[in-house]
C-alpha cells in the first residue's frame, strides 16, 4: 500500500458526460501528480500540483482540468468525455515542488466511456 | 525532450533463472533520476528501484539491481532469483531534478516468469 488514496476505483460513464476523479496523497506529501495510462499512449504526464498550486503542466486536454484543495486532496475533472478518453488515470505523490522524491502511486481509477 | 525507450515489449525466463529488462533514454541534461515501476495484473505501480544520475554506484534492491552507464544512457534492470510474483508489466521512467518533475515512461517490458 503506497499511502495514496483514489476514488472511484472504477466510472462508467457516457459520451459527453462529466466526471470527477478523487486522490488524496500520502501523509505530509505536498506534490500531486495526475497521470492517463492508455493502451495506444502508454503512460502520460498529465499535470502536477504542489500545495495548492499548479507547477507542470504535460500532456492535458483543454476539456480536463484539476485542482488541489487546502488539506492537500486532489481532484482531477474531465468534461465534454470522448470514447478515446477511456483509461486509467492514475495519482502520485511525492514530498515537494521541485522535490527529488520519489512519487508513490495511487491505485487508479479505471474511466470507461461508452 | 526527454524520451525513455524499452526495447524489448514481452520477455520470459523460469523461474529462479536470472532476467535483464532494458531501457535506454535521451536527454542533455546532467544531473536527473531513473526509475523502474513494476505494475502487476492488479495494475498498481509499485516502485522497484530508483537511481541517482550524479551516483558511480549501481542501486540495489534485494533481487534487483541496475546497471546504469551514464554515458550511453543506458537503465537495464537485472531480476535475480525470478519469482512467480514478479510477472509484471516494468516501465522504465526518467525525471528531472529541476523544475518540471513529471516523469517519462518507456512503452514498458512484459515480462512473465515460468514455473
Redesign the interface.
Same mark, same amino acid.
Given at each position: 500500500d503506497?499511502g495514496v488514496t483514489q476514488t472511484p476505483k472504477h466510472l462508467i460513464t457516457a459520451t459527453g458526460q462529466r466526471v470527477t476523479l478523487r486522490c488524496s496523497p500520502r501523509s505530509g506529501d505536498l506534490?500531486v501528480?495526475w497521470?492517463q495510462q492508455s493502451l495506444d499512449q502508454?503512460?502520460?504526464?498529465l499535470i #502536477?500540483y504542489y500545495n495548492g498550486e499548479e =507547477?507542470?503542466k504535460?500532456n492535458i486536454l483543454e476539456r480536463f482540468s484539476a485542482q488541489q484543495f487546502p488539506d492537500l486532496h486532489s481532484e482531477l475533472n474531465l468534461s465534454s468525455l470522448e470514447l478515446g478518453d477511456s483509461a486509467?488515470y492514475?495519482c502520485?505523490s511525492?514530498g515537494g515542488?521541485?522535490?527529488?522524491d520519489? #512519487?508513490?502511486?495511487g491505485?487508479?481509477t =479505471?474511466l470507461t466511456v461508452l | 525532450a526527454q524520451t525513455v525507450t524499452q526495447s524489448q515489449p514481452e520477455m520470459s525466463v523460469q523461474e529462479a533463472e536470472t532476467v535483464t529488462l532494458s531501457c535506454t533514454y535521451d536527454t542533455s541534461e546532467n544531473n536527473y533520476?531513473l526509475?523502474w515501476?513494476k505494475q502487476p495484473p492488479?495494475?498498481?505501480?509499485?516502485?522497484v528501484i530508483?537511481q541517482?544520475a550524479y551516483k558511480q554506484q549501481n542501486a540495489t534492491e534485494n533481487r534487483f539491481s541496475v546497471n546504469f552507464q551514464k554515458a550511453a544512457k543506458s537503465f537495464s534492470l537485472k531480476i535475480s532469483d525470478s519469482q512467480l510474483g514478479d510477472t509484471a508489466m516494468y516501465?522504465c521512467a526518467f525525471?528531472r531534478?529541476?523544475?518540471?518533475?513529471?516523469?517519462?515512461?518507456?512503452?514498458?517490458t512484459r515480462l512473465t516468469v515460468k514455473p
Open positions: 503506497s506534490s501528480y497521470y502508454g503512460l502520460q504526464f #502536477q =507547477r507542470a504535460g486509467l492514475f502520485a511525492s515542488a521541485g522535490s527529488t520519489t #512519487q508513490y502511486f491505485p487508479g =479505471r | 533520476y526509475f515501476y492488479s495494475r498498481q505501480m509499485i516502485l530508483r541517482e516501465f525525471m531534478i529541476y523544475n518540471n518533475n513529471d516523469m517519462r515512461f518507456g512503452a514498458g
